[in-house]
């Protein structure tokens, strides 16, 4: 879960800027956290303590409600709506993370990633994005190799993985369609090095920077065994203690985040 927060942290300045590289520095007095981790801690705190999604989700929304949120999600919390919207957009991979570490069993981890999505992305399209990446941050963080990672994603969700991020970065534009933006986050991943690789990658795509370096980033985490505190720091940092104690409770319960063989 710190590793989706740490992402959106880092992505937050090149929301829309159409980055296409990966040189470029970590933070920035502009680094914010966004919508991405207000909503990934409000599943972190409903997994905590049995609260109802929606519950939670009007909750943080009214505590923070000028974290980046996106249109509808936007009216449909300030309105206090109860009923999903059938969105496939990546909001529902982007808050999944803490889903992957509650779960003892990936089936118990999609059904928690369905649960934690049809609240507002009931279409198949939001569902299998959380899916997706709740089941290779569970993969990650239970000793898949990258190959397993790989092989599951493409053969379970349908989702092409071939394509390298040379091949995506001169045309992939922005998209917040979780079939057009979780399959490239998924690749970012594939191809990274270490966990701050990882956020590069995603960023250099030049897309929806935040929530895929929030996706790369929460699948790099337990992969690679943590995220460094040279990195972590800087991020937390930018937390109100209301968000920085969801995280360190949830870490406690569920754990740091680093890898089983």
Not at 170 to 191: G, H, M, N
């Amino acid at each position: 879960m710190l590793g989706a927060i740490v992402g959106d942290v880092i992505g937050s300045v090149h929301e829309r800027a159409g980055t296409k590289t990966k040189t470029f520095p970590l933070f920035t007095p502009e680094s914010r956290f966004t919508d991405d981790t207000v909503l990934t801690l409000a599943v972190a705190d409903t997994l905590l303590h049995g609260r109802d999604y929606v519950d939670s989700f009007h909750e943080y929304f009214a505590a923070y409600p000028d974290a980046g949120y996106g249109g509808t999600f936007y009216m449909w919390a300030l309105s206090r709506r109860r009923e999903s919207y059938q969105s496939y957009g990546n909001g529902s991979a982007m808050r999944v993370s803490p889903v992957a570490y509650v779960g003892t069993t990936l089936e118990e981890v999609l059904a928690g990633a369905e649960k934690s999505a049809a609240v507002t992305h009931d279409h198949v399209e939001g569902i299998r994005g959380a899916q997706a990446t709740a089941a290779a941050i569970f993969l990650a963080r239970t000793g898949g190799t990258k190959e397993q990672i790989r092989r599951y994603i493409e053969t379970q969700f349908d989702y092409f993985l071939d394509e390298t991020l040379d091949e995506l970065r001169p045309t992939y534009p922005f998209d917040a369609s979780c079939q057009r933006s979780v399959p490239q986050s998924i690749i970012a991943f594939l191809e990274s090095t270490d966990y701050e690789d990882a956020v590069r990658n995603a960023i250099s795509l030049g897309g929806d920077a935040d929530t895929m370096a929030c996706i790369a980033g929460a699948i790099a985490e337990p992969f690679y065994g943590g995220v460094p505190d040279a990195i972590a720091g800087p991020a937390l940092a930018t937390l109100d203690d209301r968000l920085r104690g969801v995280v360190a409770t949830f870490r406690e319960r569920f754990g740091s985040g680093n890898r089983r063989s």
